[in-house]
C-alpha cells in the first residue's frame, strides 16, 4: 500500500460534470447528431476533465495527495460502473443511454432523493462480470501525466462501491423467480479489485468508491436484517485485502449511516478501510466513540453538496474539532455531504441585478460549487492551523448569516400568521358525494369523458416569442398576441378532437416551477444555475430564499381568455407545493412542512382567483409527490403528513361544484398511495400505459374510490398509439373500477411532443373512450 499516511486536508465527493458553460451538453448533442466524431468527443471530454482538475486545485484543493475527485462521466456514473464490469460494452455506450435501432435504453430513475436520474444497470445469474473497462486508470494518468506538459494534479478516482452498484441494479429479463442482483456480489467485488490493483499501479494514492445505497431503506428493501451489513463486510474485506492498492475512501452521502437494522458505520470502521466519509448534514454525527475508527480517518460531510446555501464556518469547524475525541477517529477532515453535482458552478457567474428576484443581497448568501471548494478548505485550513488562521473566513460567513437572517423578505410576519392559523378546517372540502353531485350538475360530462394533462406542444415559435419577451425584444403586447394565438389554436383544436374538458395549453410556461416561481415573491431564479438532470439534460431550479407570498394572480388571464373562446370547461392548471419545493432550491431556515404550507397558500389564493372567473375543473399537479419521500422508511410518515396536508389547503378553499384534480407521474406509486387518496382530489390523472393500467386496481384496492384517469397514452416517445390498444387499455381500466369514475387522458403533458402526432393520438384516444362509452 502506499504511505500517503492521512487523508488529504479537505475535499469534496464529487464536482460538477456538466461543464461551467454546459460544455459537456454541447460536446455530446454535436457528436450525437453527427456534427462530431467519437474521437473528437473523447478529446473534448479529456480537456474538459483537465481543465476541472486544475481548477479545483486553483480553488485551493491540494494537487498532489488526491483530494481532487476525479468524478467525471460521460453520460451517468452508474452506466460506467457497469461498463467497468463489462455488463454494458464500452463501445455502444451511448446506445444504452439513450437507445438506437437495436436496442431500448436501460431505465432511469432517480438518485436517491435527488433530482439526478440514473440509469439502471441490468444483471442476471449468468451474466459475464469482469473488470472491462479501466477508464478510471486512464482519468487518473491523463491528469498525474497530462500530454500537454501542463501542471499535473493527483486526483483521487470516485466508481460506485460494489454494493451500491448491485442494490441498484435490477435483476435482468429472464433472470429466474428470486435472483437478485446482490447475489452477485462476489464476481463484482473480484473485477473491483483488478481494478483497485490496477489504480495502484498506476500511483493513484486514493480511490473513492461511492456507497451511498448504505443510508437508504428504499435502496435495500428486501434484504433480510444482517443481510446488508454483511454485504458490506464481504466486499470491502475483500477489497482491503487487495494488493498492491490505492487507500480506500468509503463515502456515504445523502443519510445517515448509523441508522436502520445495520450500524454500518461500525461494520465500515470495523474494517480496513483507510477513510470514511459521512453526511453530517442529512445525518448525525456520532456522539459516541466508534470501535475501530482509531485506525480511520473520518472526512466530515459538513458543507451541503445538495443546497446552495452558504455555510456557518465558524460552527462547523468547532463540531470538526470536536469530532476526533468524541468518535476516536484516527483523523478528521472535512468535505461535502454529497458530491457537488446537485448544484450550480459557481454564484459568481450569475449577475445579481435584481431581475426575477435576483436580489443583490442574495449573492452574498449563496454558496455553489466553487464556493463550497472554498468553504472546504477554509475548514480545512482552520482545523490544521487553528481557528484563528481563518478568522477573517470565518467572520465574514457569519456576517453573511447574520444578514440573510435579519433581510426583509426572509421573514414576513403577516405569511407567518396566515401559515400559524391555518387549521383542519382548510383542508377539508365538502363530502365527495356532495362534490360528485354537485360537479355532476355542473360539468355535465358524459361517461369516460377525455381530457389531456395540460400542455400541448411546445413548438420553435411559442419558444421564440417567450424568448423574445424576456430578453425585451418583444413588447408585452406582442407576447400576448402571441400566446393568445395559440391558445385559441389549440382550444379549436380539442373542440375538433371532440374532447370534453379542454386546456389553455401552457404555451406561457417555460417550465412548470419557473413559471410559478417567477411571479411568487420569496424565490430567485437565475440565469445560469444549470444543474444536470440526466446525461445532457439540465435544469435550472430557481432558489426559495424567502417566505412566499402571491403578489397578484398567475394563470387566470391566460385560463380565463381560454374559457372565453369555448362553452366547454377549460381546466385552471397548476403546480402543486410539493413539486415547487422538490425542483428548487428549498431554504434552510425553515421546516419545509412550513414552506409549503406557505406555498400552498399562494396556489390557495390562485385557485380562489380561478374559481371566482368562473373556471369550473381546477387541476393542481403533483408529479414529484414521491420524489421527496424520504430514503428512511421512519421518515415518511411525516412527510406525506405535510405533503398531503399542503396539497389539501392548497385546493381546500374551493366549493363543492369545483372539479379538483391532480396529476401523477415519473415514479412507482405503490409506496404513496395511501397519499394518493389522502389528497382528496376529484379525478386524479396517473402514468399508467407502459404499466398497462396496474395502478387502477391498485389504487382501488388502496380503497381510491374517486376520478381516476389512468394515461392510456404514453407521450414519452412519438409513437401514436392505436384506437385498438386505447381501447383495451380503457376496457381494463373499467373492468377494474366502476366504470362511472374513469377518464380518458394521456400519460403527461404534451410540451415534448410535436402536433402531427399529438394530433393523430388524440384523435385514436377521442375515438376509443367513444367506443368503450358505447358499451357502458
Ligand atoms: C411532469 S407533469 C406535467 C404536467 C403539466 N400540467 C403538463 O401538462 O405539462
Ligand atoms: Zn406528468
Redesign the pocket.
Known sequence: MPSTPAFPGGTILGYPRIGRRRELKRALEAHWSGRTSAAELAETLAALRLATARHLVALGLDAGDGSVPGSFSPYDHVLDAAVLLGIEPADRYFAAARGDATRPPLEMTKWFDTNYHYLVPEIGPGTPVSFADDAPVRWFTEAAQPADGGAPVVTRPVVVGPVTFLLLATAAPGAPEGFRPLDRLDDVVTAYGELLAALGAAGAPWVQLDEPALVADTATAGLAPGELAAAVERAYGSLTAVAGRPQILVAAPYGDLRTGDDDLLAVLAASDVEAIAVDLVRGEAPSRPVPGLATTTLVAGLIDGHNIWRADLAAHLDQAAALAATTGAGAVTVGTSTSLLHVPHDVDDETWDGTDGRDPRLAAWLAFADQKVTEVVTLANGLRHGADAVGAQLAAASAALADRAAAAGVVVPAVRDRAAALGDDDATRAPYAERAAAQADRLRLPALPTTT???FPQTPQIRAARNAWARGAATDAEYRTAMRDEIAAVITLQEELGLDVLVHG?PERND?VQYFAEQLDGFAVTAGGWVQSYGSRCVRPPILWGDVSRPAPMTVEWTSYAQSLTTRPVKG?LTGPVTILAWSFVRDDLPLADVAAQVALALRDEVGDLTAAGTAVV?V?E?ALRELLPLRRADQPAYLAWSVRAFRVATGGAGPDVQVHT?L??SDFGEVIDAIDGLDADVTSLEAARSRMEIVPELHEAGYARGIGPGVWDIHSPRVPTTAEVTEQLTLAVRAVDPALVWANPD????TRGYEETTASLRNLVAAAHAVRATL
Do not use: F, N
Not at 403527461?748 to 410540451?751: S, V, Y
Open positions: 394533462i395540460g400542455s401552457e412548470m392548471m387541476q399537479d408529479p396529476h407521474c415519473y403527461c403533458g404534451l410540451k
